[in-house]
């Protein structure tokens, strides 16, 4: 893939400088709902082949992505999460993360235990 061809796919989708995998998807599937060629005889079946070509980029691209987890790249994705990021300690160790909710032996409620037991 080349730059200009994630550029295209952009321009296909229309999102901007950010998107999720979700929005991506979602956007995915309102232009595949918009131009499929069974919806009519105004549907042109060559927007249909960019709009999956430009989908087959897109997540190309977010699977192979090197994810960041430096803090400045955590703010700048949750921004509000911004005060839960600087605040240490909570009771389950990991600012903004519940702990697991166990029962009065330690195990998970949704723990399934063995018959042999």
Known sequence: MTYREFRQAI???DLGERATLDQIKTRHRELVKAHH????????????????????????YCESYRY???EEEFLEQVPEDAC??????????????????????????????????
């Open 68 to 70: 960041c987890f430096a």
């Open 37 to 60: 060629p069974d919806r009519g005889s105004s549907s042109d079946p060559e927007v249909i082949c960019r709009v999956n070509c430009a989908y087959e980029v897109l997540t190309a």
């Open 84 to 117: 839960a990021a600087s605040s240490i300690g909570t009771r389950s160790g990991v600012a903004g993360v519940k702990p697991k909710r166990t029962d009065f032996r330690g195990h998970s409620p949704t723990r399934r235990f063995r018959s042999d037991h």
């Open 11 to 13: 321009e296909v989708f």
